[in-house]
């Protein structure tokens, strides 16, 4: 019998949607007969674009990960990259994921800089470890990927190898994020700061 163990992170407050993943779930679950996804020789990366025509900050990202057994437990570092002509180019957020054991897990990591995302974009969740091997819940037949939104790299030999076929596996993930601010928005609060200023200032004033 396999017991799961949610670690979890936070719960997805009011002002946070799911702006990608696996099944556009938080958390994410977790694949029945998974293997492994991650080496310290192999990345993996999935394709995705914003749904919403608005932009959002990506803030979160949440996986499904365990070691096997008689494995150490471990870390993972994952990043949201630009797509460079139908495959991951530039890193522009990083999340580090630590404390992953040989229990399935959910675990969540904050990004570590703003990163906003644009409607239209494409853009690719790279998944790596620098030591171990990380079972990223990579579900055999459990989520048909069409052709070109997955890909993955044996970094000794250095290309990315993109699907040409759909695949019938998925790493179990969700990225949360909040709504960018209309600049109209932006607009009427700094106009409201400014008319706070002027107020005070007239206080002072009148008071000399």
Same mark, same amino acid.
């Given at each position: 019998?396999?017991?799961?163990?949610?670690?979890?992170?936070?719960?997805?407050?009011?002002?946070?949607?799911?702006?990608?993943?696996?099944?556009?779930?938080?958390?994410?679950?977790?694949?029945?007969?998974?293997?492994?996804?991650? /080496?310290?020789? %192999?990345?993996? !990366?999935?394709?995705? *674009?914003?749904?919403?025509?608005?932009?959002?900050? +990506?803030?979160? #990202?949440?996986?499904?990960?365990?070691?096997?057994?008689?494995?150490?437990?471990?870390?993972?570092?994952?990043?949201?990259?630009?797509?460079?002509?139908?495959?991951?180019?530039?890193?522009?957020?990083?999340?580090?994921?630590?404390?992953?054991?040989? /229990?399935?897990? %959910?675990?969540? !990591?904050?990004?570590? *800089?703003?990163?906003?995302?644009?409607?239209?974009? +494409?853009?690719? #969740?790279?998944?790596?470890?620098?030591?171990?091997?990380?079972?990223?819940?990579?579900?055999?037949?459990?989520?048909?990927?069409?052709?070109?939104?997955?890909?993955?790299?044996?970094?000794?030999?250095?290309?990315?190898?993109?699907?040409?076929?759909?695949?019938?596996? %998925?790493?179990?993930?969700?990225?949360?994020?909040?709504?960018?601010?209309?600049?109209?928005?932006?607009?009427? #609060?700094?106009?409201?700061?400014?008319?706070?200023?002027?107020?005070?200032?007239?206080?002072?004033?009148?008071?000399?």
């Amino acid at each position: 019998m396999t017991i799961m163990l949610t670690v979890l992170v936070s719960t997805v407050s009011a002002d946070m949607v799911v702006l990608a993943g696996s099944t556009m779930e938080s958390p994410p679950p977790f694949w029945e007969d998974s293997f492994w996804g991650l /080496t310290s020789n %192999i990345e993996r !990366a999935y394709r995705f *674009e914003l749904e919403s025509s608005i932009p959002h900050y +990506a803030k979160e #990202l949440q996986i499904a990960a365990y070691h096997y057994e008689n494995m150490p437990g471990s870390s993972a570092n994952f990043s949201i990259n630009l797509d460079d002509d139908g495959e991951p180019g530039q890193a522009i957020g990083e999340f580090n994921i630590t404390g992953i054991t040989t /229990t399935q897990q %959910i675990l969540s !990591a904050k990004v570590n *800089e703003e990163t906003v995302l644009h409607s239209g974009a +494409a853009y690719w #969740l790279l998944g790596g470890t620098s030591h171990g091997q990380v079972n990223w819940n990579l579900g055999d037949m459990a989520f048909t990927q069409e052709a070109g939104n997955y890909a993955y790299r044996v970094i000794s030999e250095g290309d990315w190898i993109v699907s040409e076929s759909s695949r019938s596996n %998925i790493s179990a993930y969700a990225i949360l994020g909040t709504q960018v601010p209309e600049p109209a928005t932006v607009a009427l #609060l700094g106009l409201g700061g400014l008319v706070v200023l002027r107020k005070r200032r007239g206080t002072f004033l009148s008071k000399k």
